[in-house]
């Protein structure tokens, strides 16, 4: 390379350099985007596949947000539920529910594979959609307390990589937390994929769940434990306010008292039961499904037995057996997970 040539190529690396700062300095307003870690789910194979829609794919940023966004009172601030996080009504010991007198506080298992949310069904779509109506209409998020914080427009900018940070930025994180809160590993899960054996009570209470014979499995199918629809099961004969469930929404007169499945895993773990919260334990449960369903016109054809009739006709070690098999739904790692806790 002789002295021209050197130079010449020097003056033109100079040039690409100060177009590079030229370009970076015009560009100051945005040195917003963002290198984003992908967030690997993992399932059981007998799991189906959970619906993630292209928009929101997983991150390690944005389920870490939406974790923090979950567990701080912040997002409730100058909202109807200021003091309050999202994890104060839904606490993970208890699957991410706490009693309560009023409406029963349904928990945050496996969302990641519904379409259909709240006892009545009122949201239908993906987590996002339900994540919309939680952060605009019932904590109606202020969306300036994040913009002024500290630390969070940071964080946003790191899980988004853009400089504005919006509203529908918090549905998609909590979306993402959401997808992060499954629980897969029960003394039953194990059972199925032999790492562990039930006791005869377990197992017997396993066949009676999974039979004609307690005739749970239609609604509470496996493996999510919940058939992601909505029966009226016979609690009442008529219904008014609340209680007329999911004809509030279709006005179908079927619909009359139906309510969404709920998910049976940890189950041990959310009383008080059924959306009014009426039932203490799980053996007034099942000794309702046995003996205490109620006719009307919008009944679960499902509740009327061949033979019994609204009975069931269980025998009382039948029905201690089948509350031994509720108790196998219990996971452990999902109620003690750390990475599910609080991150403050
Ligand atoms: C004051 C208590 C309370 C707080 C705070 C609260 N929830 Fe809930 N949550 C409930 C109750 C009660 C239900 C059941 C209500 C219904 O179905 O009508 C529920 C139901 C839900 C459901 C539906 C679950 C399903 O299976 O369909 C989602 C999703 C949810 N909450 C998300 C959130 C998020 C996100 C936050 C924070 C932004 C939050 N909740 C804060 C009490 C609360
Ligand atoms: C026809 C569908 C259907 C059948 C069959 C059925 N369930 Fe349910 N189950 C539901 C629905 C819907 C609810 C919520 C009802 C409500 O709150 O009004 C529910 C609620 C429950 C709850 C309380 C859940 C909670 O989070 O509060 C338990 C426990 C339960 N069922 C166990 C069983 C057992 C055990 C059997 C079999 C003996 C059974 N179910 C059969 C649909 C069904």
């Not at 912040?74 to 993970?92: I, V, W, Y």
């Not at 099961?233 to 004809?247: A, H, K, N, P, Q």
Request: aromatic share 10%; net charge negative; with cysteine.
């Amino acid at each position: 390379m002789n002295g021209r040539t050197f130079l010449l190529v020097v003056s033109a690396l100079l040039g690409s350099l100060m177009s590079s700062c030229r370009r970076d300095s015009k560009e100051a307003a945005a040195p917003c985007a963002a290198v984003t870690t992908p967030y690997q789910l993992d399932h059981p194979s007998y799991f189906p596949k959970p619906l993630i829609p292209n928009d929101n794919p997983l991150t390690r940023e944005g389920v870490a947000l939406g974790r923090m966004l979950y567990y701080d009172t912040l997002l409730s601030r100058n909202g109807p539920f200021e003091g309050f996080a999202c994890a104060s009504c839904h606490d993970q010991a208890r699957s991410f529910t706490v009693p309560t007198s009023g409406t029963n506080v349904l928990p945050h298992v496996n969302l990641a594979w519904s379409t259909h949310f709240l006892w009545n069904g009122k949201v239908s779509g993906t987590l996002e959609d339900v994540m919309r109506f939680e952060v605009n209409d019932f904590f109606q998020v202020d969306i300036n307390v994040l913009k002024e914080h500290r630390d969070y427009p940071k964080r946003f900018r790191q899980a988004f990589g853009t400089c504005d940070l919006t509203s529908d930025q918090v549905v998609k994180a909590l979306a993402q937390w959401f997808r992060r809160m499954s629980s897969t590993n029960n003394k039953f899960d194990r059972y199925l994929t032999g790492q562990t054996n039930l006791t005869t009570a377990e197992l017997q209470g396993a066949m009676l769940f999974l039979s004609e014979v307690g005739d749970c499995f239609h609604c509470h199918a496996t493996p999510l434990m919940t058939d992601n629809a909505f029966h009226n099961i016979g609690l009442e004969t008529s219904f008014t306010g609340f209680d007329v469930g999911r004809y509030a929404i279709t006005g179908a007169p079927m619909d009359m008292g139906a309510f969404k499945t709920p998910t049976l895993r940890n189950i041990a773990l959310t009383a008080p039961y059924m959306h009014d919260g009426r039932f203490q334990t799980l053996e007034e449960v099942v000794e309702f499904y046995n003996s205490g369903v109620q006719h009307s016109a919008s009944l679960d054809p499902l509740m009327t037995k061949p033979g019994t009739g609204l009975q069931l006709g269980l025998s009382p070690e039948q029905r201690s057996d089948l509350v031994a098999f509720l108790h196998t739904l219990s996971d452990d790692t999902f109620l003690t997970d750390p990475e599910l806790a609080s991150p403050f």
